[in-house]
């Protein structure tokens, strides 16, 4: 197995808690990081930053905007990127229908952001998990953690995000593109156009999982996630 260090990259209004099972899983092999991306409004700013606190080469995983963030790092600097795993996100950009719809959120967000996660949480988790008050209970900490500032600005890098398709093709390392079955807002449709884009990359499918399975089956995905890092 590889020992490379380990790079993740959370998802919108989430912060480190959303990797817990899998830091302290994998933590013990090798070193493992959760990136910062909460300290600009571009996704080309915030890679950047990200880079600026990596290590010379590294896996690298993101989650929803955590994987649109890994696509931006792999533009700017494909040289340092051993290994990528791509879980429940899309290399699609946003509609225009997409878009007025995260406008909105911000509007909301702007007035009452302590509602944010009462509108994230149908969308984020499977239907059998919604009533899972742990998971939930995590959701809303996440929020408190990220705050109104940073979640606008994620949500501002979201909208004005570029189109990953094109990119696809470049990806020459070993690649895990993974999503939960149950995702309603990257469903797997959009994982298997990744996995058919990118050459030799290995795609699951997470059972019991919507937008969030390393927390909604974090031993799951943590084994997927060991397989991926000892890939040759």
Not at 67 to 93: H, M, N, S
Request: with cysteine; glycine share 6%.
């Amino acid at each position: 197995m590889s020992t490379e260090p380990l790079l993740l990259i959370p998802g919108l209004n989430c912060t480190a808690r959303l990797y817990s099972g899998q830091v302290a899983a994998l933590g013990a092999r090798r070193a493992v990081m959760v990136a910062d991306h909460t300290g600009a409004d571009t996704m080309a700013a915030i890679a950047g930053l990200i880079l600026a606190n990596a290590p010379p080469r590294f896996a690298l995983a993101g989650l929803s905007m955590g994987g649109y963030l890994a696509f931006e790092i792999w533009r700017q600097a494909p040289e340092r990127v051993t290994r990528l795993a791509l879980l429940d996100t899309q290399a699609r950009p946003d509609t225009d229908e997409a878009k007025e719809m995260r406008w909105r959120t911000v509007d909301v967000a702007r007035d009452r952001f302590e509602a944010i996660p009462d509108l994230q949480i149908p969308r984020l988790l499977a239907d059998e998990n919604l009533a899972n008050t742990s998971l939930t209970d995590t959701i809303r900490q996440m929020s408190i953690e990220t705050g109104q500032e940073a979640f606008i600005r994620q949500m501002k890098a979201i909208i004005h995000r570029v189109d990953s398709r094109p990119t696809l093709p470049s990806i020459t390392v070993p690649t895990l593109v993974l999503v939960g079955a149950g995702d309603k807002i990257t469903p797997p449709d959009l994982a298997i156009e990744m996995a058919d884009g990118i050459e030799g990359a290995e795609l699951v499918v997470m059972a019991g999982a919507g937008h969030l399975p390393t927390i909604e089956v974090p031993d799951a995905v943590t084994g997927a996630l060991t397989r991926w890092l000892a890939r040759t």
